[in-house]
Structures are given as structure tokens and as C-alpha cells.
């Protein structure tokens, strides 16, 4: 049991680059998170899921697409980097239920440079 | 908006020594608060929610809504508490329960020998 996994760990773009972050996880979680989290902050919620085919807007998505085509995956894609971009982004995954509402499950963490 | 507010970057403290980080909040309604912790090489990991009033590892937090506060403590730090702790409160519900989490910057806390 793996848990929560998180490809590649480390990435290195150039401005207007592309490129696709993978989160997976073997929990059978219904809900899963994209975080980036810039230095001396907090983490911010980029975009969710709440099941496979489904995708929501956090509170910073912009620059940013995601998709939930199988229920273990959720990616997060840059289609043109910028240097803004530059974080450690952290993928999340929970079960069903409000009562779990706290209980997420993070990945390791991608930290992502943008020169 | 919620907001969480963890003012201390960096705490030190010394082995056996009373702990103490901060967490203010703001939030219309009745919030719901956790303590997230990150040991070195480590994920985040769940540390202890207001709601089950338990003791996780010696340390309790107690939602001050008159203070709007959420506080961790531990009467004798370990040199193991030390890591990065954050403290955090859920997006207001989308409807569809899928609340993700709204964080503080954290607290490095380190515990000297």
C-alpha cells in the first residue's frame, strides 16, 4: 500500500514550457487535491475532485488544468510555465464523507523550478 | 474569507519546557480546525482535529471562539515534536463535500537538547 504518490519529484521548466504532474493513490479515495505551497506560506488549493470524470476550481487555478479521467489519477498540467509557478505542489486524497472532511492523505510533494 | 494566521515562523524551546503555537482564525460560522504536522522527510500528516478533544503525542489544542483561537500546546516538549506544524480549516463547503483545506504558513518548531 503506496498511499499517496506524486511524479516526478523534482522538475525543472523553462518559461513557457509544458508539462504534466501525476498523483496517484491506491486507497480507493473518492476525493483528491492539488496544493502548491510557495516559500514561507501555507498550502492553497489549486483544484479538486470528488470522484473520477469530475474537477473543481480552488483558490488559485488559474495557469493551471486538471483531470480526473480514472478514479486512482488525478493530474495537474501547465500548459505555458511561468515563473509564479515555481512551488512545491503536494497532491491530497480522502475518503467519502464529511466526517473525513480533515483526514487527508498527502503525497510527498513536486518541487517545480521556472526559470 | 477564512483565514488561518500562525504569526511565529520559528519556535525553539528547550527539552521539557512548556510549548505553545499560536493559531488565530477567522471564519463565518461554525468552523471546524485541525493541526496538521510535518517531520523531517516526511508528509503531512493529521495531527489532532478540535472536535475529538483527544491528546495525540501530549498535544491538545482548544477552539477559543471568543478569541477566535485554536492553540497547540504540550506541557514537555520531546526533542522528537520538532518539525513544522500547521494549522488549518476547511474551504467553505462547494456542496459538494469535497471541502479541501485552507493552511497556515506553518510554525517551525525545533526543541533543543
Redesign the interface.
Given at each position: 500500500n503506496a498511499g499517496?504518490t506524486q511524479t516526478p519529484k523534482f522538475r525543472v521548466l523553462k518559461t513557457g514550457q509544458s508539462m504534466t504532474l501525476l498523483c496517484a493513490q491506491d486507497m480507493n479515495h473518492?476525493?483528491m487535491?492539488w496544493?502548491r505551497q510557495d516559500p514561507?506560506?501555507?498550502?492553497?488549493?489549486i483544484h479538486?475532485?470528488?470522484g473520477e470524470g469530475t474537477t473543481?476550481k480552488?483558490?488559485v487555478p488559474d495557469g493551471y488544468n486538471v483531470s480526473r479521467l480514472k478514479k486512482q489519477n488525478f493530474l495537474l498540467g501547465l500548459e505555458s510555465a511561468a515563473p509564479s509557478q515555481t512551488s512545491v505542489y503536494?497532491c491530497a486524497s480522502r475518503p467519502?464523507?464529511?466526517e473525513y472532511?480533515?483526514?487527508?492523505y498527502?503525497?510527498?510533494?513536486t518541487r517545480l523550478t521556472v526559470l | 474569507a477564512q483565514r488561518?494566521t500562525?504569526p511565529e515562523?520559528l519556535l525553539s524551546v528547550f527539552k521539557g519546557a512548556p510549548v505553545e503555537l499560536k493559531c488565530n482564525y477567522s471564519y463565518s460560522g461554525s468552523p471546524?480546525l485541525?493541526w496538521y504536522v510535518q517531520y523531517s522527510r516526511q508528509?503531512?500528516?493529521?495531527l489532532l482535529?478540535h472536535i475529538s478533544r483527544e491528546s495525540i503525542k501530549g498535544f491538545t489544542a482548544d477552539l477559543n471562539k471568543g478569541e477566535t483561537s485554536f492553540h497547540l500546546k504540550k506541557p514537555f516538549a520531546q526533542e522528537e515534536d520538532s518539525a513544522m506544524y500547521?494549522c488549518?480549516l476547511?474551504?467553505p463547503d462547494?456542496g459538494?463535500?469535497?471541502?479541501?483545506?485552507?493552511?497556515?504558513?506553518?510554525t517551525h518548531l525545533i526543541i533543543q537538547p
Open positions: 499517496v473518492e476525493y487535491y496544493y514561507g506560506m501555507g498550502l492553497r488549493l479538486y475532485s470528488v473543481a480552488g483558490e503536494f467519502y464523507g464529511r472532511k480533515d483526514t487527508q498527502f503525497g510527498p510533494g | 488561518v500562525q515562523k471546524e485541525f508528509r503531512l500528516q493529521l482535529r500547521y488549518a476547511p474551504y462547494s459538494g463535500g469535497a471541502d479541501g483545506l485552507t493552511f497556515g504558513k506553518g
